[in-house]
């Protein structure tokens, strides 16, 4: 039998396994102020040298901050932190404009499955606000880049779902600024923020009538109008994306 050394934990490390393991399963709750080193250098009967290091290697995980009396507590940490973690490691691996489309593409399927039961008036009257802003910023000759992202959040968040919400944001960060590419190019700056705004108005449409399955077909085709736009463009679809 093939053996190979063990690697064991620092002490810090362990220290910080073990609050990480307390603030997921809940024993300690957001808002809740960790203890003292002296108390958890009694606890873990370690120094307060590796209580602090523990503390400061969990402070960078984002799952605790400092109040203003420089107390750590436990806190929740936001969308756009951890999409902004999650899309930093996503650049170094490379990743390609096609491969963020694919997963880009079922996102907003599921987000549209999602709605089943959901559609509201509230939901729709801040869609149509979003389609008439985007249609005057195109009248005025303005970026729409914007108001796209926040036309697909508003489905998102209307699904209530937090693991969907959670796993778009580090797509949608590397994905819309592709958006830009096309409304500069020549082929496409314009012709492509027009048939946006046109699938737009087409799901909101469908919205209203609480039509899901022709928003859904919809979303369908205007995300695959945004691969063809970037083809015709003649844009690398397997190049890394731009941050």
């Given at each position: 039998?093939?053996?190979?050394?063990?690697?064991?934990?620092?002490?810090?490390?362990?220290?910080?396994?073990?609050?990480?393991?307390?603030?997921?399963s809940?024993?300690?709750?957001p808002g809740q102020p960790l203890p003292t080193e002296t108390e958890l250098a009694e606890k873990f009967g370690v120094t307060r040298?590796?209580?602090?290091?523990?503390?400061?290697?969990?402070?960078q995980s984002g799952l605790v901050k400092r109040d203003a009396g420089r107390?750590?507590?436990?806190?929740r940490p936001k969308h756009?932190?951890?999409?902004?973690?999650s899309s930093r490691a996503l650049m170094m691996q490379q990743v390609s404009f096609r491969e963020i489309w694919e997963v880009a593409m079922q996102l907003e399927l599921l987000a549209m499955d999602l709605l089943e039961g959901r559609i509201d008036d509230?939901?729709?009257?801040?869609?149509?606000?979003?389609?008439?802003?985007?249609?005057?910023?195109?009248?005025?000759?303005e970026s729409i880049s914007a108001l796209d992202v926040e036309f697909h959040a508003l489905i998102a968040q209307a699904t209530g779902n937090r693991v969907l919400l959670m796993s778009r944001e580090p797509v949608s960060l590397l994905f819309y600024p592709s958006l830009d590419r096309l409304f500069t190019h020549p082929r496409t700056r314009d012709r492509s923020p027009w048939r946006i705004l046109e699938a737009h108005r087409e799901i909101v449409a469908a919205l209203r009538a609480r039509d899901l399955a022709t928003a859904r077909l919809w979303m369908e085709r205007h995300m695959a109008d945004f691969r063809r736009g970037y083809e015709h463009a003649g844009l690398p679809l397997d190049a890394p994306v731009a941050p």
């Open positions: 039998m093939a053996l190979g050394k063990l690697t064991i934990a620092r002490a810090y490390q362990a220290v910080q396994q073990a609050l990480e393991e307390a603030i997921l809940g024993e300690l709750a040298h590796t209580v602090r290091e523990g503390m400061r290697a969990l402070e107390r750590l507590h436990v806190t756009d932190a951890l999409a902004s973690q509230t939901l729709v009257e801040a869609l149509e606000a979003n389609a008439a802003a985007m249609g005057e910023a195109l009248e005025r000759g």
